[in-house]
């Protein structure tokens, strides 16, 4: 049976692209998002005009109804404006949200700290007052690596402790984990929390350095490489990402019987409330990334060698034990597979 889903976020990376998937299984849904100025809206914008949401969508609170796909519609809203969210939600009465808007980014946090206050917190506890307010059947949201922060055991576990952040951006995901648990206890909401783990793809963003090298290489510019190329990051084809939200979001997180407050589980509670890893297993040297993009494009880097910069974590590994077992979660596309088909779309996009 269809679902009616919230999709914030709509008009970023991993919205747009779970937003296609969605429909392609005939669920219902409509998008949000406030399509800001963090990287270039023109792309936000050019991903909508791909699901068949035309220029309308620049039209604050006013629904747009896709052109491909009548089961479609978009809002540009903010998730700090309650009456409006709460109106939509009132009206829709969603059987699923699933919260990918934020403030994204490591290092902007470390210069625009209220940005992330107001997206990542006031904006998030909206949307989870609403489905508090309006019994949504199940609330799936964006958390992050990055909450990782000075643990060095690899892989990153759920079961580990993330009580050291290193960046804004990762105390707000982990205060939207707390938040969640906190309706899930209160309020019996079911919620599921996943973290991504360096997602890359076609359509990606323009801040991620996968993005920002091929552009360079493409314009025979340098590519500054942090830590001296001295980094592992566990990059995942955005397909998998998307498999991996989509089979989440359909089994609403249940509390567990056997969960114990004297020996407790971090990423479970005998409240409906799951966390999830969700990357590749699958750590890649940085500087073997790099020749990977080299190799797509057939064009040699000049590499600038950096220091490490605030925020920044050496390396990231996702332990995805938890979404195998439950979900038969099996990311399979290979970084050479991934990287040809993000620098394909990149060329055709930007006319290179």
């Known amino acids: ?186 309020y019996k909401i079911p919620t599921s929390g996943l973290r991504f783990f360096t997602v890359y793809g076609p359509w990606g963003r323009p801040d991620m350095a996968y993005f920002m090298f091929t552009d360079s290489i493409l314009k025979g510019k340098p590519i500054k490489v942090f830590n001296h190329g001295k980094m592992k990051r566990d990059f995942t084809y955005i397909d998998d990402i998307v498999n991996g939200i989509i089979n989440v979001m359909d089994q609403p997180a249940a509390p567990d019987s056997t969960w114990s407050g004297k020996n407790p589980n971090p990423a479970r509670s005998t409240a409906p409330y799951r966390i999830f890893n969700i990357g590749n297993n699958n750590p890649v040297e940085l500087m073997s990334f790099i020749e990977t993009i080299q190799d797509a494009i057939g064009v040699k880097a000049v590499i600038e060698f950096q220091e490490m910069q605030a925020g920044d974590v050496t390396a990231t590994w996702a332990n995805v034990d938890d979404l195998i077992n439950s979900f038969d979660y099996k990311p399979d596309t290979p970084v050479s597979e991934g990287i040809g088909k993000f620098v394909t779309w990149f060329k055709q996009y930007y006319k290179n």
Not at 62 to 91: G, I, P, W
Not at 152 to 175: G, I, R
Request: charge should be negative; glycine fraction near 6%.
């Open 1 to 186: 049976m269809a679902l009616k889903i919230l999709v914030t976020g709509a008009a970023g990376f991993v919205g747009f692209h779970l937003i296609e998937s969605l429909l392609k299984r005939n669920d219902v849904v409509v998008g949000i998002d406030s399509i800001n100025d963090y990287y270039d809206p023109k792309l936000k914008f050019d991903r909508l005009l791909e699901s068949g949401i035309g220029a309308e969508a620049d039209n604050w609170n006013q629904e747009v109804v896709s052109t491909k796909n009548a089961n479609y519609k978009f809002v540009r809203m903010q998730l700090e404006d309650k009456d409006h969210l709460m109106a939509l939600c009132e009206k829709e009465r969603f059987d699923v949200i699933v919260n990918l808007a934020a403030q994204a980014g490591v290092r902007y946090s470390i210069e625009n700290p209220g940005a992330y206050m107001q997206s990542n917190l006031v904006g998030y506890l909206n949307v989870i007052e609403a489905c508090r307010h309006f019994k949504v059947g199940h609330f799936v949201y964006a958390s992050s690596s990055s909450v990782y922060g000075l643990n060095e055991t690899m892989p990153f576990s759920v079961e580990h402790n993330v009580d050291h952040p290193v960046s804004l951006y990762a105390a707000s995901k982990k205060a939207n984990e707390l938040i969640a648990h906190t309706y899930s206890h209160l």
